[in-house]
């Protein structure tokens, strides 16, 4: 008599191509060493999903799409010591390949062989995750998971504040307020930028920069009030400027808000093919530094510490299932909610219940 298969059958949300997101039900393999299994209790959907799943951010057809996981460990593989079973994590989602220059310079997140979990390897929008112990990172037990979910954004976020150097008592403008540009509002103040400017076009947006400890927002769009957010610096232009939306239109207006000798940072993720007008004598003439920054080099476990003081708790989720991720993607491009996420556990357990 054949030995019944009691492997647990889950569902995944898996990126099949441009516009094409299946819910599937699969059987889940069994764990190697060193790897634990979570159970994904809220998983953030951002611009990089809406990019993936437009076809304009590559990514691998069959994927199980997720990188802004928060989960319980539900099983621990053979030598995965930390995290334990029961304990809450969020999950830095990289495999790098340890053997290019990057890699062996310490700059693991340039590696030319890097995989993103939700983008190459499968991902949390689902009803079970597998993932090397070491990318696991344990929260505090009474974490909110939806926030816990966050600490990926978050770590990006430090990485931006690092390669920017924001100083304490120099102004910081933030041009671009989604969750991740209202990050930055946060950790800029934490870290003691004065005053903290964030622009966006959007009223529902400018509303979350300023419960998120923006000083000043401002409508870019408007000529008056872009000199008001000059006026603060004495008229002489931002030391440091972050462009949080992605878009060159965005780049072009932050060199002119830096001032003399100032620092502008490229934070969001913009189209491929998007060009932006920079003049050389600018660069060359007011000293000016173009920064790049992309994902998170060893900033997860910061972002963990840092998680309960960024008022995270500010911001309005709003929870789909696994089987209403078009209308959570729709919500996302929206963006009338603050964050959406999806729950694959359900609403309650995303809140923590
Ligand atoms: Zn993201
Ligand atoms: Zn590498």
Redesign the pocket.
């Known amino acids: 008599m054949p030995t019944p298969d009691t492997r647990v059958r889950t569902r995944s949300l898996r990126f099949a191509g441009p516009g094409d997101v299946r819910l599937t039900a699969g059987t889940d393999r069994a764990l190697a060493p060193h790897e634990v299994r979570l159970r994904p209790l809220a998983v953030g959907v951002c611009g990089t999903d809406a990019h993936i799943v437009g076809g304009s951010f590559p990514a691998e057809p069959g994927v199980v799409l997720g990188h802004e996981v928060c989960g319980r460990v539900v099983e621990a593989g053979d030598g995965a010591t930390t995290p334990r079973v029961g304990d809450l994590v969020t999950v830095e989602p990289h495999d790098?390949?340890?053997?290019?220059t990057?890699?062996r310079a310490g700059q693991?997140h340039l590696?030319?062989?890097?995989r993103g979990y939700g983008v190459r390897l499968d991902g949390g929008m689902a009803e079970s995750m597998i993932v090397p112990a070491r990318i696991a990172y344990v929260l505090p037990p009474d974490t909110v998971p939806w926030v816990g979910a966050l600490c990926e954004p978050v770590a990006c976020c430090v990485h931006a504040v690092d390669r920017l150097g924001v100083v304490a008592g120099e102004a910081l403008l933030v041009m671009g307020s989604g969750p991740a540009g209202a990050v930055l509002v946060a950790l800029g103040r934490l870290l003691g930028a004065t005053p903290v400017v964030a622009a966006d076009t959007r009223e529902a947006r400018r509303d979350l920069a300023r419960r998120m400890g923006a000083d000043v927002v401002i409508d870019p769009r408007d000529p008056e009030q872009l000199r008001h957010a000059l006026d603060l610096t004495g008229g002489e232009g931002f030391p440091a400027v972050v462009d949080a939306v992605g878009s060159s239109t965005v780049l072009e207006q932050a060199l002119t808000m830096a001032r003399r000798g100032g620092r502008v940072l490229e934070f969001g993720v913009a189209a491929p093919d998007d060009v932006a007008a920079v003049r050389p004598h600018d660069l060359f003439s007011r000293e000016l530094t173009l920064l790049g920054s992309v994902i998170n080099p060893w900033t997860h476990q910061r972002a963990v510490a840092l998680l309960p003081r960024l008022g995270l708790e500010h911001l309005t989720p709003a929870f789909y299932g696994l089987d209403g991720f078009d209308d959570a993607l729709a919500a996302q491009r929206r963006g009338d909610v603050d964050k959406v996420f999806v729950a694959p556990a359900g609403e309650a357990a995303a809140l923590g219940g």
């Open positions: 790098y390949c340890t053997a290019c990057w890699c693991e590696c030319s062989a890097k």
